[in-house]
């Protein structure tokens, strides 16, 4: 289990996410570290945020995205759920005790995605995966 600091940490992260007052696609990205949580940093910049996802390493992201249209802007929550593609199977198995605590402090959220390859990961594809979820989508507007 995270020490209370460290999950003090990561729950003031997530805060930062979540703060109204961030007007762009804030992240924090949290290290599994054995069986344990690390906040390993804080962004401002979606595309930013792929470089430190590394083929070797397992991580989890909450990332704020900024959706809609001219009419209406909505901010919707995401857990990214990282596992490198050159992570070993122990390794992946281990990944799922800290997942409870994951679920527990990023408990709003519109999707999670699971993936191995930051190609997945492009902001086009992340707000196509979040307006299929989110059901009607008013597009542009013509009037």
Do not use: H
């Amino acid at each position: 289990m995270t020490s209370a600091v460290e999950r003090k940490k990561i729950e003031d992260a997530r805060d930062y996410v979540r703060d109204t007052c961030n007007e762009t696609q804030v992240w924090a990205l949290v290290s599994v570290v054995g069986d344990k949580l690390k906040l390993a940093r804080k962004g401002k910049e979606y595309d930013e945020m792929m470089q430190y996802l590394l083929e070797n390493d397992m991580a989890f992201v909450y990332v704020k995205i900024i959706t809609g249209d001219e009419v209406s802007r909505r901010e919707k929550f995401v857990l990214i759920s990282w596992v490198g593609s050159e992570v070993s199977s122990v390794k992946k198995g281990r990944m799922m005790v800290p997942r409870n605590e994951i679920d527990t402090i990023f408990d709003q959220r519109a999707k999670v995605i699971e993936a191995s390859d930051v190609a997945d990961l492009g902001i086009e594809k992340v707000k196509a995966l979040l307006v299929k979820a989110g059901g009607v989508s008013y597009g542009t507007s013509t009037s």
